[in-house]
Each structure stands twice: as C-alpha cells, then as structure tokens.
C-alpha cells in the first residue's frame, strides 16, 4: 500500500465492517469469516505500526476534512505499540474462538460483538482528537459488556455491574472532555495540550476526573471489584480480550490525557503511583487466595495493572533525564505487551481445562488424570512472564523500571516490581502446582469424546512464547514505544 | 563475506554457539513422544558431545590470549555479553564434562518412568542456563541467566510429582527467588549508579570509580549481590533449601549440586570478587572479612549438620553445603594460592560429589538402600560402585591422591599466604568432620554385616549407570594426580588467580 495513512482508516473500518457481515450471516458462516476478517485487520494494524516504527507518526484527515470540522486520526509510537499487541492477540484469540464453540459462549454474538470491540480498540489508539477518543471508549466499554453477557445466567449480575461502571466512566471522562474543549477551544488532542500548557490553566481538577474515570475502566484499585466477577464469569475467549486488550485501552487513554493535554500532575502521579503498589500487593494477595483458576487469573490482571501506573511517578520524578524517562517508557511498553500475550494465554488455558475437564476447582483438577502438556507448559510460560522473570518480556520491564526508579533516586518504586514478581510466583505456583502434580486419590480419567483440538491445545502455548522471546529483542520495544513521544514528558 | 570477516565472525559466535547447543536440542526435545527413546538420546548426546568438543577446541586459544566475544543489545544501554575466558572455560569444561556423563547415567536411570521429554527437554534449558552463566560478559547478562536457572531447575525438583517433591520445589523456587530479587536489586543499583558493568579480571573501571566516589553505596550493592548469589551457593543462614531439594531424582541432585544451581551461586561470589569489585577494591572496602566469616562458619556448620544425617542424600547435602563454601572461602582469604585454591575446588568438589550422588541414586534405584546404616554389607554386591563411593568420599576428606587433597594443600598455603594461620584450623576442623561423617559409610559398605534376608551375589549396576559414575571417580583421581600438568584444573586456576592479583 502505497499510502500508510489510508490504513489508519482501515484498522478502524475494517472490523466495524466485519461488525456488519457477522451480524447477518449464517452462523455456520462465522468462524471461518471472523478468522479471515481477524487476519485482515491483524496484518492492516501490523504494518501501520511496522511503517509508524520505521519512518515516525503518521495522521490522515477522514474524507478530507481537517480539524475542527472532520475526524482527524493518529498514530505515533505509543498507537502503533498498541495497535500491534491488540492485532498479534486478538489474531491469537480469534483462531481459539473459531476453534472451539464453548470458548465463545456458544453464541454467535460472540463474532459482531467481538469485532466492535476491536473497531473500538483500534479507534482509541488511532483517535486525533478527545471526542473520538470518547466515543471509540464508549464502543469498547458496551460490547465488552455484551460479550460478558455471553456467558450466560452466571455472568449477568457481572455484566451489568460492568456496564454500571463502564457507564459511570464514561460520562465522568466526558464532563472531562467538555472541560477541556470550554478552556482549550478544541477538541484535537495536540492542540488542545498546546493551548492548555500556554494559558497556564491549572487543570487538577480535570486530571481528578479522568484518573477516576479511567481508574473505574482500567480497574485501578480501590476501584477493581467489578473486574474479577466480569472476567472470571465471561466465555474462555471473552475472558482473554477482556483482561489482555479491554483493560489496557483506558491505561492507554489515561497516558493520552495525562502527557498530551493535560500535562503531568506530580502530586497525583505519586498518588497513581501508590494506588498502582497498592493494586500490586492486594490483587496478588487476594490471586492467593482464589480457589478457581480462571479467578485466579482475573485477580491478577488486577495485579499486574497496578506496575503500569507506575509510568506517572517515576516520568515526573525524571526531571527530565532522558536515560530515565526511556527506561520508564521502555519498561510500562514491555510490561504492557508482555502482560497483554501471557493474559490472554493463561485465560485460554484456564478455559481448555475448564471444557475439557468440566471446572477449573483447583481442587477438583488435582484429581484429573492426565493433564495436558502443551496446556501446562503455556501455563508454565506465560507465568514466567507474568512473574518477571528472564528471558521474558516481563523481566525486560521490571528491569527497566526499578533501572528508572534508582536512577531518579526514587529507590522505594523499585521495591514494587522487584517485590511484585514474588506475590506473582506464589499466585501463579498455585495452580502450576496442580497440575505438575500427579493425580491424587479418586482420580478421574480423561473424558474422551471432549478431548481438545490440536488448535486449542496450542494456541495458548504459542501466545505465551512470544512475550518469552521478545524479551530478547533488544530495545526495538522503547522504541517504538517512545517514537513520536509526548511533547513534555517523552526522552 | 570475505574471509578476514568470518574468521572474526567464526570465533566471536562460539560462545553463543555454546549456549545454543544446548538450548536448541532443550527445546526440540520437549516437542518429542514419550516413546522416542532413540531419537531423544541421540539428541542429547550428541548435544553433549558438541558441547564438549567445542570447549576442547577453545581452552588452547583462550589459554594463548584470545576472547571471543559476542554481544547483542538487550535493553537499552545494556548488552548481552557472552566471552569466553580462562575462568569461563573452568566452568563451562566442568559442566560440559559432567552434562555428557550426567546425560548417560540420566538415560539409564529414568528408564522405567514416565514424563521423559519433559525431564530431558528441562534438564538441557538448565545446561544451556549455566553455559550462559559461564560466558556472561557482564552483570546484567550474567542475571538474565541465574533466573533462566532458576526457572528451569524447577519442574527438574518437582519432577515425581508426589506431596512433598511439589513442596521441596515450591520451598527451592522461593528461596531462589527471593535471592534473585537481592542480585535484581544489586545488579539494577550497580548498573544505573557506575554504568554497564563488564567483567574484567582484577575489578571493572566503572565499579572502581563508583566506589571511590560513594562507597557506602558500594558496599550495599556487594551485600545486596552476594545475599542474592548465597542463596543458590547455600551458604549459611541462606542454606535451607538444599537438604529439602533432595527429593529431585538423583540425576538432578548430581546436578544440582556438583555444576548447576549451587556451583552457579558461587561461581556468581567469584565473579563479583574478582571481575566486578576486584580483590584489592573488595578488601579495601572492608567487605572480603565478613564473607570470610560467612564462609568459615558455613564449613563447619554444614559439616555438623551433615554429622547428623542417617539419610544417604541428606547427608550429601549438607555436605555440599560445607563442601561449596570452600570456594567461598578461598576467594575471600586475598591471597592467590588460596585463590587458586578456591577456583580449583569448584571443579574437584564437582567431580567428587557427583561420583558421590551417581553412587547414591544407585542404591536407591537398585537395593532401595537410603541411609547410611543400610549400606551395610553392600561392597560385597556392589564392589566397582562401592570403590567409586569411596574414592569419592576420600576425596572430600582430602585425602591424596584424590583431587579433593590438592584442593586443600592450596587452601592451606592460601592461608598462610595471607598471613592467617587460624584459617588452618578451620581446614583441619573440617576435615576430620569430614572423616567423622563419610569415614562410616565407607566402612559400612566394605566391613559392615549385611542384613540377614540379602542376597550375597554380585549385582553391579547396568552400564548406563555404572560407566559415568566410574568414569567420573576415575577423573577425580586424575585431577588430583596430574593436578601439576598444564591444563589441568589446578593449572588453569592458577592461570586465573595470576590474573586477578598481578604482580
């Protein structure tokens, strides 16, 4: 393609076009459509990003009509690194859903609905101004409820306490949004920060709105109680887009808001900072104490949320040091990725176990025959990115973050991620442990018309082995992450 | 590619080459049958043979000056080193000698048990950890693979699958951990305060400098460094893990405990003396006495302990425990005979002790003997593996012309070297610990009765078993008696202690 910016449009109106064709066609129809359309859109996000990392951001104005009047999209460093991991993962998923009915609720919503959170995922990172940026939220937020509703009678209650939450975000980020558009005069994101650092506009009251905001979406503690129930009650593929992508595109709203309009807080930041060591220790401690795989795994995505804010801390307590501010750059985007792959894999894990097996009891699959090995050693893989260690992406973020906090001289972050990847092990030991144990007495033997397919045993595998390696990459990751990076706070 | 290019592109890949020799047949292997007995051993011996090969060819062009060396970006402004040099090589030859026997004796032993793809497939990640290890360049690199380490010998420790080997390796995978996130915090201080920190006999520059600008600092980050390695190098209080580790299968505990996880640890304590703070900078900043003490203590109190022990491999443990920290104390003695010392006991305790498991794990697997009271008698069934037992535990007591003799004769004129007679006590303490603990077994085995429903005919081993532990007994009376050769163990110790303290 010759030019890059038409593809902005394309990973936006590909899926919501899928959104369509899924919607009315046979469901027979829809596995085979939804993995061509997923690879469609997989490889138009891959190259924008391949093409934003080689030659630097790229805009389009939608139609031909520029700020104020049209739809001005966008994607630099940060959009592109997004846009990636949602293509490589929702890729991942896609084929686990065409492979295995149980995994989408057996409900052939599960296609239309899916492929508008993916139209609203790409929407948010591509989004030029404040207003798309809402409404592509807002998209995300409600079919993601739907898919949670998928899962049946269960998983109602959760759906609707989501979209309780989802609703109540919404709208403070707009009484946001509005604040911003009556002082700045515009809606489009650079030009609003431009407007806003110049009048000298102090915008803490605005920063406290959109904190709450994205913290209710993003699952912040104190305000996670509702994420477990969604995503440990929603279908297995649900579950995995949920906490791997969903999560991530309010964390990706809140940097937007945070270093490209409204400008860096320091108070708040250590504030973000805190709550995110907070969400370290008590997702960890309450994963411990979870008796169910799949909640197991849901309280740590609560967990690992929580290294992510400690992006606004230690960027703030840089001082402008280039070599901190990469690593704090470098370190959120290669826990971002790393998080988004081994998620996605353990919830899929969790999910083959749970159909195979028929529950994902701890104690009820320690007395399970023969487990699967390709399932247990994505299990085993995915956790060694998840608790940080080498060769995984996982450490390649903790590395760099405690590298940011001791060069700023702010030494009590580091304990975060070093402590952190601890509390993780033990969590993710738990059910590890289970299966490499052999099976106790009463021991169930494999039921075997509800064997899995080859696709579904190794699916989770594969996503897990990519955060693994690309821990090797080199710094390709800051990077990207960084190119094209915020006008005050970037290296 | 001209031909100037390769032959600098030729050498500076072999150390990668080295790791990847292993890694790639770890990871082919797990993607194998349970039933692919021939196709998997083939894999991991001629793995093995490789590796060992490539370390023959290298010793003669390190010994003569050159240091391949290979390095990749990693994270930004850290690189992934990986460069061969005398002490690499010491360690690496160590592992890639006890990889091939350990690999034979492993392919005997598991014979009749299930899970062995995932066993092989492991247990070659966790050779390919310590041959990163071995070839780290740097800090950073040489942490990457300490964790690699831990990760993989997990599942090796857990391996039966039974209540209390699931817990012995949730207990091991916590201490090491909990000593990786010290080396994290430690290594992250070290880098982000001096720089990269590149390993270079007699001290890095950057650490030299940093420690002359704040060397409180320094000293926080050497404790914060050697608290994360001790823990793997079970020196004490930091020891627990490794008598509860004993319920691996014994391959592993051969392993484990003669190359990979506790030889890592200490490996790591010699790096940090020697190639990152530097002998003269660690004794000016006062940090060498109190490892000193650590190390003396950990002799002894492993040697106690291991006095109490009925248990066969409890008893090895702990002994390792004492044995391992003769290492420790060599290094920390500043004197380079002691030095050498310590580096040539690295390999001498390696080869003493896997005997010494190789043995054990025989008894267990085929007279289901586990204690040192019910080795009674067995010399008379077992006579060749009994002879390597006791070659073995000789050995450890230093008696000549077993290795384990040369190690201590070096030890002791390190110590008086340096100035520090009370040093010989504590070998002398030692040793006869030693003999009180392994002195019984020994005289079990050849003189004691055995029980009266045994049988009294011979029953050695299969080959499988038997050769490497011979094979390993014989080595460790080689290593002692060609000890004053050039290239023995002794020799290239001494080539890398002279490189530590110059002049």
């Not at chain 1, 959009?79 to 084929?95: D, E």
């Not at chain 1, 028929?358 to 085993?380: F, K, Q």
């Not at chain 1, 007495?441 to 990519?466: F, G, K, M, N, Q």
């Not at chain 2, 004993?246 to 200490?266: E, N, T, W």
């Amino acid at each position: 393609m010759n030019d890059p910016s038409a593809l902005l449009g394309l990973v936006v109106l590909g899926p919501l076009a899928l959104v369509l064709v899924t919607g009315v066609l046979p469901e027979r129809w829809l596995p085979p459509v939804g993995l061509a359309g997923a690879a469609g859109t997989s490889a138009a996000a891959l190259v924008l990003a391949a093409h934003v990392g080689r030659s630097g951001p790229v805009g389009h104005d939608l139609a031909g009509w520029g700020p104020p009047l049209g739809i001005v999209l966008r994607a630099d460093g940060l959009s592109a690194l997004f846009l990636a991991l949602t293509a490589l993962v929702g890729a991942g998923v896609t084929v686990y859903a065409a492979s295995d009915r149980a995994a989408t609720g057996d409900h052939p919503r599960f296609w239309p609905l899916w492929f508008a959170v993916w139209a609203g995922l790409d929407a948010v990172y591509v989004a030029g101004d404040l207003f798309n940026t809402y409404v592509a939220l807002e998209v995300v937020g409600l079919a993601a409820v739907g898919l949670v509703a998928l899962g049946g009678g269960p998983a109602w209650g959760p759906a609707l306490r989501y979209l309780f939450v989802a609703v109540l975000g919404s709208t403070l980020l707009l009484v946001a949004v509005a604040l911003v558009y009556a002082q700045a005069g515009t809606l489009e994101l650079l030009a609003a920060g431009e407007r806003l650092a110049s009048s000298g506009w102090d915008s803490r009251w605005a920063a406290v709105l959109v904190v709450v905001a994205l913290g209710l979406k993003a699952a912040l503690v104190p305000m996670h109680a509702w994420l477990p129930p969604a995503h440990g009650s929603a279908p297995t593929a649900v579950s995995a887009v949920l906490s791997a992508l969903v999560v991530k595109a309010a964390f990706f709203v809140l940097v937007r808001m945070w270093f490209w309009v409204l400008g860096p807080e320091p108070v708040l930041a250590v504030v973000l900072g805190l709550l995110g060591a907070l969400a370290v220790l008590w997702g960890g401690v309450l994963a411990l104490a979870q008796r169910h795989l799949k909640q197991v795994v849901a309280y740590s995505t609560v967990a690992q949320m929580g290294y992510l804010f400690l992006l606004f801390p230690l960027t703030s307590a840089a001082a402008g040091d280039p070599e901190v501010l990469r690593a704090a750059w470098g370190g959120t985007a290669a826990l971002v990725v790393g998080h988004g792959f081994a998620k996605a894999s353990l919830f899929l894990s969790a999910g083959t176990l749970k159909s195979v097996y028929g529950t994902d009891s701890l104690s009820e699959l320690a007395r399970v025959v023969r487990p699967l090995p390709s399932v247990v050693m994505g299990m085993g893989v995915a956790a060694v990115t998840l608790a940080g260690l080498p060769p995984s992406l996982g450490f390649a973020g903790k590395w760099q973050l405690v590298v940011a906090s001791v060069g700023s001289g702010q030494w009590g972050w580091a304990a975060v991620p070093i402590g952190g990847g601890l509390l993780s092990a033990a969590y993710l030991l738990k059910p590890l442990t289970v299966m490499l144990r052999e099976p106790q007495d009463r021991a169930r033997p494999l039921p075997e018309s509800r064997s899995a397919s080859l696709r579904v045993r190794y699916a989770p595998l594969l996503l897990a082995l990519v955060p693994l390696v690309l821990g090797l990459a080199g710094p390709a990751l800051p990077d990207l992450a960084t190119t094209g990076g915020p006008p005050g706070g970037g290296p | 590619m001209s031909a100037a290019d390769f032959s600098l592109a030729g050498p500076s890949a072999v150390p990668l080459v080295m790791v990847l020799v292993s890694l790639v047949p770890g990871t082919l292997i797990f993607f194998l049958g349970e039933d692919q007995v021939r196709l998997r051993s083939a894999l991991n011996l001629s793995a093995a043979v490789a590796k060992l090969g490539l370390v023959a060819l290298l010793v003669p062009a390190v010994v003569d000056g050159a240091r391949p060396e290979w390095r990749a970006p990693l994270y930004p402004g850290v690189d992934l080193v990986l460069r061969a040099e005398p002490l690499s090589l010491l360690f690496a030859g160590l592992s890639a000698v006890l990889w091939l026997l350990t690999t034979v004796y492993a392919i005997g032993y598991l014979e009749r048990y299930s899970h062995r793809s995932r066993f092989f497939g492991f247990f070659s990640l966790c050779v390919a950890a310590t041959v990163g290890i071995s070839f780290s360049g740097n800090l950073v690199t040489f942490l990457v693979f300490f964790e690699l380490l831990t990760v993989t010998t997990y599942p090796l420790v857990a391996h039966w699958g039974t209540a209390e080997a699931v817990r012995a390796a949730r207990l091991y995978l916590f201490y090491t951990l909990s000593g990786g996130m010290s080396l994290l915090a430690g290594v992250a201080l070290l880098t982000s305060r001096a720089g990269s920190v590149d390993f270079e006999a007699g001290g890095a520059g950057a650490v030299r400098r940093f420690a002359e600008e704040s060397p409180g600092t320094a000293v926080v980050a050497f404790g914060l460094l050697v608290a994360g390695l001790g823990v793997k190098a079970a020196l004490f209080p930091l020891h627990g893990w490794l008598p509860r580790a004993m319920v691996a299968p014994a391959p592993v505990s051969a392993l484990l405990h003669a190359v990979a996880v506790v030889k890592a640890g200490v490996f790591g304590i010699v790096r940090v003396v020697h190639d990152v703070y530097g002998v003269e900078l660690a004794r000016a900043l006062g940090v060498l006495a109190p490892l000193l003490a650590l190390a003396c203590v950990t002799v002894v109190y492993g040697s106690v302990l291991a006095l109490r022990q009925d248990d066969l491999k409890r008893r090895l443990a702990y002994s390792t425990v004492s044995q391992v920290s003769y290492v420790t104390l060599g290094i920390a003695m500043f004197s380079e005979a002691g030095a050498a010392g310590g580096l040539v006991h690295l390999v001498h305790q390696g080869l003493m002790k896997i005997t010494l498991f190789f043995c054990a794990g025989i008894f267990a697997e085929l007279l289901g003997v586990k204690t040192v009271s019910g080795l009674a008698g067995v010399g008379r069934r077992m006579p060749l593996t009994a002879a390597a037992f006791t070659v073995g535990a000789l050995g450890m007591i230093g008696l000549p012309p077993v290795a384990g003799f040369v190690s201590k004769w070096q030890l002791g004129q390190g110590a008086l070297d340096a100035g520090r007679p009370e040093l010989l006590g504590v070998l002398l303490l030692s040793a006869l610990l030693n003999a009180a603990y392994f002195l019984p077994a020994v005289c079990a085995l050849w003189f004691g009765d055995p029980a009266d429903d045994a049988p009294e005919h011979r029953e050695e081993a299969p080959a499988a078993l038997l050769v490497p532990t011979l094979t390993t007994a014989l080595l460790s009376v080689a290593a002692g008696v060609a000890a004053g050769l050039p290239y023995s163990p002794l020799w290239m110790s001494q080539l890398i202690a002279d490189g530590v303290y110059p002049g």
